[in-house]
């Protein structure tokens, strides 16, 4: 971890919010999406990487979400989020620090419903998203 990371360790409340005066630095992660990310990680067979999330310019409302798997050490500037849990796998969660512009506030949570099961960000700075969910535009 570089000096300008900020670290948020997880607690057992349901969500893991930013606090107040760090909301717009920072991404809320709640339960749910860490545990999501530890399966997905241990499905992988990489359970010390990371997830690296941001945005994209493209799809069809102008930007686009983006959740991926990353096994490089975070990169300078990155805001870097650490969800350990006893007994299994720390979960870390990376976002540079464009992104954060754009997703600063947000929560990123997992979701499963009968027609749809994935992460979904619930971002303040969103003022339309597309039919699809995965893109949006800022207000």
Same mark, same amino acid.
């Given at each position: ?12 409340? #349901?969500?893991?919010? $930013?606090? $107040?005066?760090?909301? *717009? *630095?920072? +991404?809320?992660? @709640? ?6 990310? !530890?399966?997905? /990680?241990?499905? !992988?067979? @990489?359970?010390?990487?990371? +997830? ?8 069809? &409302?102008?930007?686009? %979400?983006? +959740? ?10 990155? /805001?870097? /989020? #650490?969800? $350990?849990?006893?007994?299994?796998? @720390?979960? !870390?969660? %990376?976002?540079?620090? *464009? &992104? +954060? /512009? %754009? ?8 979701? *499963? @419903? ?9 971002? $303040?700075? #969103?003022?339309? !998203?597309?039919?699809?969910?995965? &893109?949006?535009?800022?207000?």
């Amino acid at each position: 971890m570089n000096a300008t990371s900020e670290v948020s360790q997880s607690n057992q409340t #349901e969500q893991r919010a $930013p606090a $107040p005066a760090d909301a *717009k *630095k920072t +991404i809320g992660v @709640t339960s749910a999406a860490v545990d999501a990310m !530890r399966t997905n /990680l241990a499905k !992988r067979g @990489t359970a010390d990487a990371a +997830i690296r999330i941001g945005i994209r310019g493209g799809g069809c &409302s102008g930007f686009s %979400y983006v +959740i991926e798997f990353d096994d490089d050490a975070p990169r300078k500037g990155d /805001l870097v /989020l #650490e969800f $350990p849990e006893e007994g299994k796998s @720390t979960v !870390r969660v %990376y976002c540079d620090k *464009k &992104s +954060i /512009l %754009y997703l600063g506030g947000s929560v990123l949570d997992w979701e *499963k @419903t009968l027609m749809f099961q994935g992460f979904k960000f619930k971002n $303040p700075k #969103e003022a339309s !998203r597309c039919g699809c969910g995965h &893109s949006f535009t800022v207000g």
